[in-house]
C-alpha cells in the first residue's frame, strides 16, 4: 500500500514523452521515489512482513546481460524500473519483487522514507566523486539533490562544503545541514567568491546537480589542478556543453557521469534508519 511517492526529474522527462532510466511503454502509473505499508506478502516471502513500513529500489537488473557480468548493472542491457515500466508509486498498491523491498525504522515517516532512493543515487555519485578526508567539496545547485550532496559530502570527511545555488532559502538550508559556505553566483562569479571569502582559488571536487550549461560551466571554472568532477544531474536529452580539451588535459580533471543506484539503496536506508541525513526540511 503505497504511502509517499516523490517527484524526480525524471518523471517530468517522461511526461513530456522522454525516455526515462529505460524506454517507457505507456499506460504506467508512474513514481520510483516512494514507500509504503506491506499489505500482503507471497508465501514464500521471508524477509518482509505485512504491516513493516518499507521503501523500494526501483531499479532491477537482468543478471545476465555483458555488463551485469562485469559488475557494472547499472548499465544493464535489459534494465527495467518499477514506476517506469510497471506501475509505481502514485498508484494506490504496487506489486513489487521481495528483493527490492527495504525494510525501514517504524519510527521514519513516509515521506522521509520515499527519499531513499534519490539519496541512494547520491551515494553513488559520492563514490564516483571520491572525496577524501580534508578536501574542499562544492557542490553547484541547491535542490533536493544538491541538499542531500551537501550533507553527504560533509559525511565522506570534506573539511570545507560549499554551495552554489541562487536561491537565498535554498542557501540558507544548506547552512542548518552542514555547509561551511555558500554563494549566490548570479550576484558575483563563483571563482571570484571563492578566491575573496574562502582564500582557494578553486576546489578539489565539484558535484553538479543543475543540469543547466550554466551550472557546468561553473563546475570547471572552480576545478583546481586535479580535481574530480561529477555531473550528477539529469539535462534535457539535446544539452551541449563546448568542453575545453586542453584544460582537461592541463589539469588533468577526472570527469565523470552519475547513473542510478547499483548497491547504494541498503546504505541509503541505514542512514535514515540512523538519522545521519536531515531529510525533513528538502519535503516540500
Not at 148 to 156: E, G
Request: glycine share 10%.
Amino acid at each position: 500500500r503505497n504511502k509517499a511517492v516523490g517527484i524526480c526529474g525524471t518523471d517530468i522527462h517522461i511526461f513530456n514523452g522522454e525516455k526515462g532510466s529505460t524506454e517507457v511503454k505507456p499506460p504506467v502509473a508512474l513514481g520510483h521515489e516512494f514507500s509504503g505499508e506491506v499489505a500482503d506478502v507471497g508465501r514464500k516471502v521471508t524477509t518482509v512482513s505485512v504491516g513493516d513500513r518499507v521503501t523500494i529500489d526501483p531499479n532491477i537488473y537482468c543478471g545476465k546481460c555483458h555488463y551485469c557480468k562485469i559488475g557494472k548493472k547499472q548499465h544493464c542491457e535489459n534494465l527495467t524500473a518499477i514506476g517506469v515500466n510497471f506501475d509505481g508509486g502514485f498508484a494506490e498498491y504496487s506489486i513489487i519483487p521481495e528483493q527490492q523491498v527495504y525494510v525501514l525504522g517504524q519510527n521514519i515517516d513516509y515521506e522521509v522514507g520515499a527519499m531513499a532512493e534519490p539519496l541512494a543515487c547520491c551515494l553513488h555519485g559520492i563514490d564516483l566523486v571520491e572525496i577524501r578526508a580534508g578536501d574542499t567539496v562544492c557542490v553547484v545547485g541547491g535542490g533536493t539533490i544538491g541538499q542531500l550532496m551537501v550533507q553527504l559530502a560533509k559525511l565522506s570527511g570534506a573539511s570545507r562544503v560549499i554551495l552554489s545555488e541562487p536561491i537565498a532559502e535554498r542557501r540558507r538550508i544548506a547552512l542548518e545541514n552542514g555547509a561551511n559556505f555558500v554563494f549566490d553566483p548570479i550576484r558575483e562569479p563563483l571563482r571570484k567568491s571563492l578566491q575573496d571569502v574562502v582564500g582557494v582559488p578553486g576546489v578539489d571536487a565539484i558535484i553538479e546537480c543543475a543540469g543547466t550549461p550554466k551550472a557546468v560551466e561553473q563546475a570547471f571554472e572552480i576545478a583546481k589542478r586535479g580535481a574530480a568532477i561529477v555531473l550528477f544531474s539529469v539535462p534535457a536529452p539535446d544539452t551541449k556543453y563546448p568542453l575545453d580539451l586542453y584544460d582537461v588535459f592541463k589539469k588533468e580533471l577526472k570527469i565523470t557521469g552519475s547513473f542510478i543506484n547499483p548497491d547504494t539503496h541498503q546504505r541509503a536506508v541505514n542512514l535514515i534508519n540512523a538519522a545521519k541525513v536531515n531529510i525533513e526540511p528538502l519535503i516540500t
